[in-house]
């Protein structure tokens, strides 16, 4: 039962604490991160060669870290105790539930006393969308998408890597996630060089996603969200995204997706949910069921470690 404590510890730790303000870990790794890019990238390396420095890039910044956790914890497991509160500690670090819900609160509740430019300018702080072309549903739609999907994210996979592998396992996907979101994008300064990160972190989020879309069906509309995940999941541009947001969208019975403008350039993006015509408005209250949904998925996966972790000690 070690691991159900330090997921419990983490989530209270979360709950009370939320996100740590100052001096949080992954600020300096981002730095570290930063610096490693700048050094090996460069606009003029060629497919293979871009390919080849973002993976050396890769391995110098996240194996000798995950290295270190794992002597850490190799050393921890002699006093339990002791051992409980580091990994908690550290799985607080790694998740951000209660920041996620405070982003999703600071958006739903301008939305809901009609202060649209309070909206938009909320929306923005974690959409990539352009925010000030926006009405009401399309900042609800943005904030409910970004709801459902860093939920899978930002909790449950780190979740996932640390029941599987301990403290080393929410390392590696918590680093490697990082790198992602700082390398991962499709232009011309990383198209090459953040190839390498952007397919580790599909690999380490495959199984977690398609957990995650369980989960949000189970708590959700089940029959609807089942079918929207096997008829849509396939059709996002992720294939870790595309399952959480459509088997959420079908668990909240809303439709989401559809067109989006970024950067200046309109997107057509596949719906996801049921047909517009047989659900409920997409607005202010669908975010707050959005983190209603994530709370429930929480104590599921919470009440199933249990419950697999007491059956685990019976049968051995």
Same mark, same amino acid.
């Given at each position: 039962?070690?691991?159900?404590?330090?997921?419990?510890?983490?989530?209270?730790?979360?709950?009370?604490? !939320?996100?740590?303000? #100052?001096?949080?870990?992954?600020? !300096?790794?981002?730095?570290?991160?930063?610096?490693?890019?700048?050094?090996?990238?460069?606009?003029?390396?060629?497919?293979?060669?871009?390919?080849?420095?973002?993976?050396?890039?890769?391995?110098?910044? @996240?194996?000798?870290?995950?290295?270190?956790?794992?002597?850490?914890?190799?050393?921890?497991?002699?006093?339990?105790?002791?051992?409980?509160?580091?990994?908690? @500690?550290?799985?607080?670090?790694?998740?951000?539930?209660?920041?996620?819900?405070?982003? %999703?609160?600071?958006?739903?509740?301008? +939305?809901?006393?009609?202060?649209?430019?309070? %909206? #938009?300018?909320? @929306?923005?702080?974690?959409?990539?969308?352009? %925010?000030?072309?926006?009405?009401?549903?399309?900042?609800?739609?943005? $904030?409910?998408?970004?709801? =459902?999907?860093?939920? *899978?994210?930002?909790?449950?996979?780190?979740?996932?890597?640390?029941?599987?592998?301990?403290?080393?396992?929410?390392?590696?996907?918590? =680093?490697?996630?990082? =790198?992602?979101?700082?390398? !991962?994008?499709?232009?011309?300064?990383?198209?090459?060089?953040?190839?390498? *990160?952007?397919? @580790?972190?599909?690999? +380490?989020?495959?199984?977690?996603? #398609?957990?995650?879309?369980?989960?949000?069906?189970?708590?959700?509309?089940?029959?609807? $969200?089942?079918?929207?995940?096997?008829?849509?999941?396939?059709?996002?541009?992720?294939?870790? $995204?595309?399952?959480?947001?459509?088997?959420?969208?079908?668990?909240?019975?809303?439709?989401?997706?559809? *067109?989006? #403008?970024?950067?200046?350039?309109?997107?057509?993006?596949?719906?996801?949910?049921?047909?517009?015509?047989?659900?409920?408005?997409?607005?202010?209250?669908?975010?707050?069921?959005?983190?209603?949904?994530?709370?429930?998925?929480?104590?599921?996966?919470?009440?199933?470690?249990?419950?697999?972790?007491?059956?685990?000690? +019976?049968?051995?």
């Amino acid at each position: 039962m070690t691991i159900l404590i330090c997921v419990l510890l983490a989530f209270t730790l979360d709950f009370l604490l !939320g996100e740590a303000k #100052r001096f949080h870990p992954l600020v !300096g790794f981002g730095n570290l991160a930063l610096a490693m890019e700048k050094r090996l990238n460069s606009d003029s390396l060629t497919k293979w060669r871009g390919r080849l420095s973002g993976l050396l890039a890769w391995c110098l910044v @996240v194996i000798p870290l995950c290295l270190i956790f794992f002597l850490l914890e190799t050393y921890l497991k002699a006093y339990t105790e002791i051992y409980v509160v580091v990994a908690g @500690v550290i799985l607080y670090v790694a998740i951000g539930w209660q920041s996620l819900l405070q982003h %999703a609160m600071n958006i739903a509740r301008p +939305l809901q006393k009609n202060d649209m430019n309070g %909206a #938009r300018m909320a @929306v923005s702080m974690i959409v990539s969308r352009d %925010a000030q072309s926006l009405d009401e549903e399309g900042i609800a739609k943005a $904030a409910t998408e970004s709801v =459902l999907e860093n939920g *899978a994210d930002a909790i449950f996979s780190a979740v996932f890597w640390f029941v599987l592998a301990g403290i080393p396992g929410v390392v590696l996907y918590r =680093l490697s996630n990082t =790198l992602d979101a700082m390398w !991962g994008y499709k232009n011309k300064r990383f198209l090459h060089f953040g190839w390498c *990160a952007a397919r @580790v972190d599909d690999v +380490l989020n495959f199984i977690p996603a #398609r957990l995650t879309a369980l989960s949000y069906a189970l708590v959700g509309h089940t029959k609807i $969200a089942l079918q929207c995940w096997r008829q849509q999941g396939m059709n996002w541009k992720s294939p870790n $995204a595309g399952p959480v947001m459509a088997a959420g969208a079908g668990a909240l019975n809303v439709t989401l997706g559809g *067109a989006a #403008r970024y950067h200046s350039q309109l997107q057509h993006r596949p719906g996801l949910g049921p047909e517009k015509s047989q659900t409920q408005q997409v607005s202010a209250n669908s975010i707050v069921q959005a983190c209603a949904l994530v709370n429930r998925a929480i104590m599921l996966w919470v009440f199933s470690l249990a419950v697999s972790l007491l059956a685990w000690e +019976l049968i051995i």
